[in-house]
């Protein structure tokens, strides 16, 4: 059963209030903790919402203490190690969506994240972190290049279309003959849209059109 903190701030994510949630958390000592637990919620609009909203708090707090923000991340890239002992399987998605929103974090913590775009159980949402900050500083991954190409191989959809979608951002010109071979694969699969702060249906083959 979730307290009453978790449920007030699970209605915030529901309504897409995120002025609400931020005027909330100002006042909430545990916002960041809840947040972080939200992150992991088995309902995907809620561990969607609850990453969305973790990018925007820290985007506020970044103006005041970036010390916090970077403790946050290297937590969140401990989560990620075997050894931390409690795996935080939406790491990727939640350290990808805080640097988009400091960007003056990318550079460091970017290049890291990507490192472990082979780690299992993260491929997927490492593919999604490089796509979100790819879109905001793409020349920090041009050595990823060779990889993200590979990836479009992958058997999972959402990798397949992730790739596309950083591959278009990061070197347009030299993936379009590898990007070009998925105009055809229609695999349907529903991927969260952090400009519509809600899911769509899509395919590797709409993500080409998409940057045709």
Not at 11 to 20: F, M, N, S, T
Not at 86 to 96: L, Q
Not at 97 to 102: A, G, M, P, S
Not at 128 to 147: D, H, K, L, M, Q
């Amino acid at each position: 059963m979730k307290s009453l903190k978790k449920t007030v701030a699970t209605g915030y994510l529901k309504a897409k209030d995120w002025e609400g949630l931020l005027c909330w958390s100002e006042n909430e000592r545990a916002a960041i903790r809840i947040l972080s637990s939200l992150a992991l919620d088995l309902d995907p609009l809620i561990h969607w919402r609850a990453i969305e909203g973790l990018g925007k708090l820290f985007a506020g707090l970044a103006v005041n203490d970036m010390g916090k923000v970077k403790q946050y991340i290297r937590r969140q890239l401990w989560g990620m190690n075997d050894e931390s002992g409690s795996v935080i399987w939406s790491a990727p998605e939640t350290i990808a969506e805080i640097i988009t929103n400091v960007p003056s974090l990318i550079e460091k913590y970017g290049i890291i994240l990507a490192s472990s775009i082979d780690l299992e159980p993260f491929p997927r949402g490492v593919h999604w972190g490089i796509a979100r900050i790819s879109s905001v500083n793409p020349a920090i991954y041009s050595e990823t290049v060779p990889v993200l190409r590979q990836s479009l191989s992958s058997s999972d959809p959402v990798i397949r279309g992730c790739s596309v979608i950083a591959l278009n951002n990061i070197d347009p010109r030299g993936s379009y003959a590898h990007i070009d071979n998925l105009k055809t694969d229609e695999v349907v699969f529903e991927m969260y849209d952090m400009e519509l702060s809600d899911f769509r249906s899509t395919s590797p083959a709409a993500m080409v059109r998409d940057k045709a």
